[in-house]
């Protein structure tokens, strides 16, 4: 996030960009809002922190209010180029783990999403009812936490199509993504999103 694009760091074959999306409520607001076109016109700006979380300058944020459906969420694609999204090898790796905390009087509850083959709409096994694999971020607090999150952990919400298998493919896998349910008002910010081993 320091160097305040869109863009996730462009390392060990990762290449994607941050995006908003949401339930698309009638009046409702979600800012950065989503990109209409899908050509990157309003693309997703990292908010500056004051005060700064030690030296982190800057985080992805998004905060809005009045989504009556699922709600709303933010993410990157781990390999897209000239947006075709492709797998991402992360065998190597025992999860994520990241930072997290909400604005004043904010939901503070999220969810954590990585999507594969089985829970991907490029993957081709689900198309409108792609189920995540996720885990609940329950009580993000108006301080910093950091939270750690095995592939292990990971299981599909129960809705939509069975990914095929009881574990996800981290050898293929496509997204990372954050989202916040039906909630008054939301504001979640995250920092320092890494794999570790």
Known sequence: ME???NAIEAAG???GYWYTFNDKTEGATQNPPPDPTGTGETPFTMTALEPARGQSKFAARSWGSGFT???IGFGFDL???AGAKTPYDASAYTGITFWAKVGPGASTTASVLITDPGTDTVGGVCTDECD???KSLAGISEEWQQFTIPFADLK???WGTPAGTTEIDATK???IQFQVGMAES????IDDLAFYN
Do not use: E
């Not at 939301?186 to 910010?189: K, L, R």
């Open 3 to 5: 160097d305040d694009d």
């Open 13 to 15: 074959g990762r290449l």
């Open 69 to 71: 459906g699922w709600g």
């Open 79 to 81: 390999k897209s180029d």
């Open 132 to 134: 995540a694999w996720q």
């Open 156 to 158: 599909q919400g129960g």
């Open 173 to 175: 896998l496509y997204s």
């Open 186 to 189: 939301f504001d979640i910010y």
